[in-house]
């Protein structure tokens, strides 16, 4: 058909990594190259109790239509735990969403014209290159390392680039699993402030620490609503769920509200309810402790076995927590090309210029241990290896 769509539709491509990367759904393919949790350790039985109480006390306002901010008794709970990271807020400055995808998209909306500029960390989660490309965004990255981003070039990059957004993953980055340590946290939530330019944190990895020292997000830095702070139920309980949250401030809230009226009119009454019962009436914090033993141990059984496997010359990231690891290779190699023989070998992973929106990356490799389990990473690192070694002589 010869449809006639929208301009901003030229910016929606399906990319040549997402077709090969569809054979990582035969079962024989080791993939570490999907962002997803081990869904053995989804909490099944507690969630299948509380989706029987919230249907079979007789009430039916799970199955209504409810309010576009959320379930009142939800927006309570999180803001409680926002309050226990710092971050001031009440119920009030939560608005429910579906996933952090969700939140991604509506703060573009808001912000975004054609052409205007979003500042990323180079490299950047791929999910926000792509909302932010779908509002037909141009995008200015900025160095980071393995305290996060560089506040110097942030800087710079504000003053010539005036951005309406700027996009950070503070903590466990996708892809690289890095962290912004307290000094640029401190810095970065300055700039917001000093420039006037809103930051989105994007934290759904906080809560999967499973070594070092915890950190106060971004936001807690940030008086005057300059970071606005998105996460997500994804990681920590399911993320069929699709529940997200965004905090925001009276001003930001309002509009928020609105464009979500206009894209689903509010998050299922149902899932709400169910995730509200599930976390007041299960142990959350033992949940969330099994998950950090079992990413834990994933995260260092990938890390030992690329220490012992790969040739020299090749450097990684061994993250605190979160679910990646992030490998880069000598310059010269290409993990694109590189990625056709590995799917022949049964291995994948994403190749880092999916995460480079103005190209970088090449020699780069985004690794996912949380969805392997630890006989499996043992192996599928082993035929990486072995690649590696011919590839490098
Ligand atoms: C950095 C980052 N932001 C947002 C998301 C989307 O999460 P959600 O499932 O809450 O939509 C992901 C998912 O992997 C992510 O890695």
Redesign the pocket.
């Known amino acids: 058909m010869d449809y006639a769509f929208a301009q901003r539709v030229r910016e929606m491509r399906s990319s040549a990594i997402r077709e090969i990367l569809k054979v990582t759904e035969r079962p024989e393919v080791i993939s570490f190259a999907g ?1 997803l949790p081990a869904p053995e350790l989804f909490p099944l039985e507690d969630v299948r109790r509380a989706v029987n109480e919230v249907l079979g006390n007789g009430d039916p306002s799970a199955l209504q239509y409810s309010s576009t901010e959320g379930y009142p008794p939800l927006r309570e709970y999180i803001a409680e735990t926002m309050r226990l990271k710092e971050i001031g807020v009440g119920p009030n400055e939560v608005l429910l969403t579906n ?4 939140a ?1 998209d509506l703060l573009a909306k808001l912000f975004l014209d054609p052409g205007d500029t979003v500042i990323l960390q180079r490299p950047s ?1 791929l ?2 290159i792509q909302v932010f490309s779908s509002y037909e965004a141009r995008f200015v990255t900025v160095g980071a390392d393995a305290e996060g981003v560089i506040p110097e070039s942030l800087e710079q990059a504000i003053r010539e680039a005036h951005p309406k957004l700027i996009y950070l ?1 503070p903590t466990f980055a ?1 892809p690289t699993g890095e962290t912004m340590s307290l000094k640029r946290r401190q810095a970065v939530a300055g700039l917001a402030a000093e420039y006037g330019v809103p930051v989105i944190e ?1 934290d ?2 906080s809560e999967l620490r499973f070594s070092g020292e915890v950190l106060p997000p971004l936001a807690s830095f940030d008086q005057n609503g300059w970071v606005i702070y998105l996460s ?1 139920f ?1 990681k920590t309980v399911a ?1 069929g769920m ?1 529940l ?1 949250w965004i905090i925001a401030q009276p001003d930001l809230m309002s509009k928020l509200v609105l464009a979500k009226q206009g894209t689903d009119l509010h998050t299922s009454s149902f899932v709400q309810r169910t995730v509200h019962q599930y976390l007041v009436t299960s142990d959350v914090t033992g949940h969330l402790g099994r998950i950090r033993v079992e990413y834990g141990r994933r995260r260092d059984t990938m890390a030992d076995a690329i220490r012992r496997t790969f040739p020299a010359g090749v450097h990684w990231t061994e993250p605190e927590g979160g679910m990646f690891l992030w490998v880069t290779l000598p310059m010269g190699l290409d993990a694109v090309d590189m990625l056709h023989e590995a799917v022949e070998e049964k291995v994948a992973y994403v190749p880092g210029i999916s995460f480079f929106p103005n190209g970088g990356g090449e020699n780069c490799l985004r690794l996912n241990f949380s969805n392997s389990t630890p006989a499996l990473i043992e192996d599928g690192v082993k035929r990486l290896a072995g690649l590696l070694a011919r590839r490098m002589g």
């Open positions: 962002g996933g952090s995808q969700q991604l989660y999910g926000a993953t996708n994007d759904p990895y997500t994804s993320p699709r997200g």
